[in-house]
């Protein structure tokens, strides 16, 4: 898994809220509604739990030599910890899970996670997939739209075990960027309902409808929406005689994600 990743998922799949065929560990992972994600309740971070699985920890940079182990072998160790905050984070990862898998059992193990379904028949994810699993997930919430000062930063890595937790809590402390993250500003969350409400009151929608949207949905329609309030804003102060602005991008074109980012 590269530090820049390449789009995996088809766009019509994530425009239509597709089921995602994952046939890697032979699985159908399930895009949940914004509704979905919000009824985990306020003490799971959406947030946390998206970084924690789709972080490239082998990527940080530090004394110790994270090359040797790939990207599910750190997150696992870091799991299996018997840190109270580390506990939490891997409870937010177990919450999401069970979304984009809603008729699995979930249990993690060091060695993988195990996916049961109803018929009792086991699924793993495990070093063999995850990074495959991480690709989907990165694309499926659009966190190329996100990522930045306030989401780009988490870095539970470290060697293993204990040493990967006392890694960064000497970097950073661990609660203290727990909170960071679970603050209004730097929240995923925050940022989707403010999509709802001013998509509600400028495209007139009812927010019960647009709740229904997936992460991906909700996004693209709310950059088509201000491509479409920018070009007609340009469109008529040119039209009333305003000198030197700007062109507005064309509101029909294709959406690009990443190349600007959400104050």
């Known amino acids: 898994m ?7 998922i088809p766009r019509l799949m994530l425009d239509t809220k597709a089921n995602i065929p994952f046939p890697a560990a032979q699985l159908t992972i399930v ?5 979905d994600i919000s009824l985990l309740g306020e003490e799971s971070n959406f947030l946390v739990s998206v970084n924690a699985l ?12 994270l090359s040797q182990l790939s990207n599910f072998e750190i997150f696992m160790t870091m799991m299996m910890e018997k840190d109270v905050n580390v506990q939490k984070i891997k409870q937010d990862v177990e919450q999401m899970l069970s979304l984009l898998f809603p008729n699995h059992q979930i249990m993690m193990t060091p060695q993988s996670i195990i996916l049961m379904n109803e018929e009792k028949k086991s699924f793993l994810i495990d070093a063999n997939n995850f990074d495959a699993f991480a690709d989907i997930i990165y694309d499926m919430f659009c966190l190329r739209n996100f990522h930045g000062d306030d989401f780009d930063d988490y870095n539970p890595g470290g060697d293993r075990a204990r040493a990967l937790v006392e890694k960064f809590r000497k970097k950073r402390e661990l609660l203290a960027e727990l909170r960071r993250e679970r603050g ?3 929240s995923l969350m925050s940022v ?20 229904e949207y997936s992460v991906f949905q909700l996004v693209d329609e709310f950059k088509r929406f201000q491509l479409k309030e ?34």
């Open 230 to 263: 920018t070009f007609d804003f340009t469109f008529q102060a040119k039209m009333a005689g305003a000198q030197k602005i700007k062109d507005a991008k064309d509101w029909m074109g294709d959406i690009q994600f990443g190349d600007d980012k959400e104050d």
């Open 184 to 186: 209004e500003n730097s």
């Open 31 to 35: 895009q949940p509604s914004v509704k």
């Open 2 to 8: 590269s530090d820049i990743r390449q789009p995996v």
């Open 192 to 211: 989707l309902e403010r999509y709802i409400s001013i998509l509600a009151v400028g495209e007139r929608k009812d927010k019960n409808q647009l709740a």
């Open 54 to 65: 789709t972080k490239n920890y082998r990527a940080i940079k530090d004394n110790f030599d």
